[in-house]
């Protein structure tokens, strides 16, 4: 039973003041070793909370009448007004399908962005032994009490993840049959949002009795189940394995234990998986060169590794999706590319944290595929060096107008698009399992790619008329063929 389990509903004053206390202590710490800061507080606030609270830390209080003030988790104010530009892309099918994207988080992110936004101070509550919007004194915190920046607050190695959601995992959205129909590549949930369809071991929304590894929030319209903070991170889960490296709170593994392989072992896959089907049952992702022990076995730096928060000589196939991605990435990535902007390094420093800038994702490749000096990697005597192909004077054109080009990404995996030929726009289509992209964007003349003006003429001529052009002569041919084997044209059959 949850309340037998959970007995206790609200801490007393002096137990809030121990939890408080042990917080200043954990932040104080953090003053000398920012990284540390976390796991004491991990290790503290479970101490004192196990088997007390149903949610992480409560700063709740009893109203001064002794009535018992439900308060909410962690008893804190949303700043009015407070609002947020939501992650999106040109393939983020919720965008066109659900309720699209809100500026307003819902469920448990709003709580837990009430203190890592940044916008308010980790010690200021609603309610502190009966007096209202109290600050609690803290230590250790950025200016003004907030959670403090950690490599900068537009980096993506920081707590403060700001109001800014647009480098950051998309939440608030609907995951639902639908969703994973449009998108090609999620779990298909079954009708009452759950995966794998009826015993939801996996995904679903907590019912009495049901508890997926992954919960999503009845928060959506009419309680339709959404992604949410929550959905990936637990602060109540214990980390007892040191060796396995910072988790992160997350409710499935932050790395990947055993090769993958075409199915989903939750023991042994990194989180993504549960809900990303990157193996579209065929073993796509298990074969990649990223995601293979025999190819990938090469290791993180020591500088590399600390930066990300990586156990020590992590080999790039266990980092798997975190080798690209972040779930919380440097501001200005696009599709959450782990350092994937043009932001300029600090010079001879190519483990420092990139600050902000344009999308540039070709810079998520260079982590690791440049030269030895600049390599993340221990090794890179396999890893070709593919920022140097793109230096040649004739190469393929990689430069966004973000970045100073002249047109628009050559490919671009947007799925919302209708150039006339595709409509990629409604609620059923399957553009985001195919990657259609748009024929407007395709085959675009760039004088980047260095290839001449006539050829460029014929590229560009290529890209329409052209192309339709050839599609009929091949059609004849075709048909040519078909027509000489056809009986009695001497071939045999
Ligand atoms: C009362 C303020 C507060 C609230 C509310 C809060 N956090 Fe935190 N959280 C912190 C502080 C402080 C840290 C440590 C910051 C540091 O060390 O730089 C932290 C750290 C973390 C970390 C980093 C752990 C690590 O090892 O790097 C994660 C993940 C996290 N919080 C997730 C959440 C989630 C998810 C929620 C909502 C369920 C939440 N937090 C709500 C204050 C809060
Ligand atoms: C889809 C899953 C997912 C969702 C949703 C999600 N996170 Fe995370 N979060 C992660 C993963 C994975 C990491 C570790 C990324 C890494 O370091 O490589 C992480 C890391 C963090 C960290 C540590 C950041 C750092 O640089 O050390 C904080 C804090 C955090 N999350 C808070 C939040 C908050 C707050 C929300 C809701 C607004 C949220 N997360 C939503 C997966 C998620
Ligand atoms: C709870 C399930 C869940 C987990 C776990 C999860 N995701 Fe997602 N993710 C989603 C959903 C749902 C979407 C929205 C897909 C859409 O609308 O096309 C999404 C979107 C994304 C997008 C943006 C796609 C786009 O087209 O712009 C990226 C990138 C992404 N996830 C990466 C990750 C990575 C990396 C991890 C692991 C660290 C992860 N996700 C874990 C459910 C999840
Ligand atoms: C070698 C680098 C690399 C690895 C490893 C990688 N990705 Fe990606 N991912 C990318 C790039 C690059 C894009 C496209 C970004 C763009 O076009 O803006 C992308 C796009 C995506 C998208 C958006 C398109 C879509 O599929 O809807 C999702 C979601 C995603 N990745 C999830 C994952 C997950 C989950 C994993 C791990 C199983 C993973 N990625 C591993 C580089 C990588
Ligand atoms: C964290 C490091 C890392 C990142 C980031 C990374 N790669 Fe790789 N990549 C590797 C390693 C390691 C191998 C395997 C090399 C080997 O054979 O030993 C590899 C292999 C490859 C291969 C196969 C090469 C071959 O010779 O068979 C391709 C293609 C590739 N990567 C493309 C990319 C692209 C494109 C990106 C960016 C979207 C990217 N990689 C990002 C580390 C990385």
Redesign the pocket.
Known sequence: MFWRKHPKKFFSPEEQRRIVEEIRKALAVARANKTKAADLLRERLQVLTQGQSPGPVHFGARDAGGVGVRSPLWNRRIPAGSTYTPYTSS?LDAQYITEGLANTPGGSSKLCLSCHDGTLAIGNVNVLNGAENATIPMTGTGAGGVMPPGEGTTSGFTRFIGTDLRNDHPISITYNADLALR?G?LRQLDASQRWPAGSGSVIGVRAPGFKPLIPLEPTGAGGAGQVQCATCHDPHIRETNAAAGNQKFLRMNRFQETPPVAGLTTVGD?I??SC?D?NGAFGV?AF?A?ANPAVANETYRAEAAALREFPPDLPVWRA??L???DTHTVQGA??L?REGTDAPLPPGSPFAAKQGGNPA?EQ??YQCHTTAAKSVLNSVATVPNIESDFALPIRMPITTPEQGGSTDEVH??ATGFNDGFVDCTGPTNRC?TDFMESRTKLAQRHAESGHSAGVQRRLACDSADAIRAKEASFAQRFSFAAERSAAGMGLRT
């Open positions: 393939s998108d590549e990194i993504c998986l990303h990157k992702w990649s990223h798997a999706c080798n690209c991605h696009r599709r590319t994702l998520t490749c671009d995996i985001g």
